[in-house]
């Protein structure tokens, strides 16, 4: 712990929060249509984040945006894309057609398939993708161990043609669970293990260096952390560490950041977006991830503080911030939230579509091509959110993958509010 972390409570998300969450039309996106076209039919994408500079602006090189998506052959059954997740680049100049680089890195790579991060490309125009390095390379049967881990110093070379990312990349892992602040995978009581998805974040206030990730809070057994040792298990945390040097490759882990104890067991993909001078906390979660007792959509959920550190309080009093339509609830997830002048824009990826009222696990039971003809697998339409103070509204949608640049005006609010339902996809 450093001192000036030390003897804070970590902010939490309490049940009462939780279960005032309910859709409203403030949090309801509209329905996703399958894309017209596909410009990369072999390839299911699904978590994606942006190159970024280390101020947390998305980065432009040689006039092109970057970003990162984890990848599976489309023949796989969606179901199984985690086993074999590859990280993929694409790059635009408009910011909405995308086009496919390849796989980021040639071998070498932590863990025996790589899932979320984040990418810096450094002032020193040094690149890192930070990734979850799950399993272990070369091991016989897959296992579900999460370290954090970076592949470093590559390029992003760019010309009028596109983007190439170049190696070599030296891959470490930055972090391990230490069993005290953050579970270790032998600790978890739970359904599912989480320490991942590591998201670097340089503070604006204090010009610290951070990487947020996913994580759970031990709780052992009989600590009589919550009204029924049931809720226990539902322990998710976001989790913080920071780096004296601000070295992206040096970390010293922190308390967590937030604390869903007794509420839901995965804070996943967790960011940050300054505004205001407020500190606006993100993460996604599963409806089948709240404790016992609690009901929430998958959705992106959301948290204000005025420091980094908090007291951190749910936006719209429960934390809801999106979700998809009751009768689509799994259209799309894992939204990343960024600052586009006045407003708030999401991005996410299409989740699993008409699906009739089936749920995630029923999925498993369909056909292999019916598992494969409702899996999106793609980026999903870029939400519009109005935020003020802790109170978030969606306003409106955008084309599929659509990241506009931070100098490019949004056409005026609500009359393309549905706009997205007329477009076609013309890249990833
Ligand atoms: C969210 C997620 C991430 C993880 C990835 C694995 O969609 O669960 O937390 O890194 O998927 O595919």
């Known amino acids: 712990m450093t001192p000036e972390h030390s003897g804070r409570a970590t902010p939490r998300w309490t049940r009462e929060h939780a279960s005032k969450i309910e859709r409203t039309d403030e949090t309801v996106v509209p329905i996703i249509y399958p894309p017209r076209e596909d410009a990369a039919p072999e390839i299911n994408g699904w978590d994606t984040w942006f190159l ?8 432009t090189v040689g006039g092109w945006r970057v970003i990162f998506s984890l990848t599976a052959p489309a023949d796989l059954l969606p179901g199984k894309r985690h086993d074999v997740a590859e990280i993929r680049y694409f790059y635009s100049r408009d910011g909405e057609t995308w086009f496919d680089g390849g796989p980021v890195f ?15 490309l450094d002032d020193d125009g040094r690149l890192y993708v930070f990734y979850t390095a799950s399993g272990r390379a070369g091991e016989a049967e ?17 010309d009028d043609d596109g983007v190439r990312i170049e190696g070599p990349f030296a891959h470490g ?30 503070d604006p206030r204090s010009g610290k260096t951070y990487l947020l ?5 031990p709780i052992p057994e009989g600590a009589g952390a919550c009204g029924d040792p ?4 539902f322990n998710g945390s976001v989790g913080i560490a920071h780096s004296p040097t601000g070295d992206p490759t040096d970390w010293e882990l922190c308390d967590p950041l937030l604390e869903g104890i007794c509420v839901n067991q995965e804070l996943e993909r967790p960011h940050v977006v300054v505004r205001n001078g407020f500190y606006y906390l993100f993460v996604s979660s599963h409806d089948h991830t709240f404790a016992p007792g609690l009901e929430g959509p998958d959705g992106l959920y959301g948290f204000v503080a005025d420091s980094l550190r908090g007291e951190y309080r749910p936006l719209n009093g429960s934390g ?3 979700t998809n339509p009751a009768n689509a609830p799994y259209q799309a997830y894992s939204w990343v939230a960024f600052s586009h002048r006045e407003e708030l824009l999401v991005s996410g990826f299409f989740n699993y579509y008409d699906l009739g009222g089936l749920t995630l696990d029923d999925v498993a039971t369909l056909s292999p091509d019916e598992q494969r003809a409702k899996f999106g697998g793609t980026l999903a339409p870029t939400v519009r959110v109005a935020l003020s103070g802790d109170r978030t509204r969606i306003t409106g949608t955008l084309s599929h993958g659509r990241i506009p640049l931070e100098s ?21």
Request: aromatic share 10%; no cysteine; charged share 35%.
């Open 106 to 120: 040639e071998g070498g790579t932590r863990g025996s398939r790589q899932w979320a991060g984040s990418a810096l």
């Open 142 to 158: 897959i296992t579900y161990e999460q370290r954090l881990a970076v592949g470093s110093g590559g390029s992003v070379v760019a």
């Open 52 to 59: 970024r500079e280390r101020d947390g602006s998305i980065a």
């Open 230 to 233: 049931v809720w226990e298990e």
């Open 408 to 428: 490019e005006e949004l056409p005026d609010l609500p009359e393309e509010r549905l706009a997205h339902r007329e477009e076609t996809r013309r890249g990833y």
């Open 213 to 217: 990730f996913e994580a759970n809070t």
């Open 173 to 202: 892992v930055l972090l391990e669970p230490d069993g005290e602040r953050y579970e270790r995978e032998e600790q978890s009581r739970g359904m599912i293990y989480t320490f991942r998805d590591p998201w670097f974040f340089e």
């Open 320 to 322: 809801l911030v999106l």
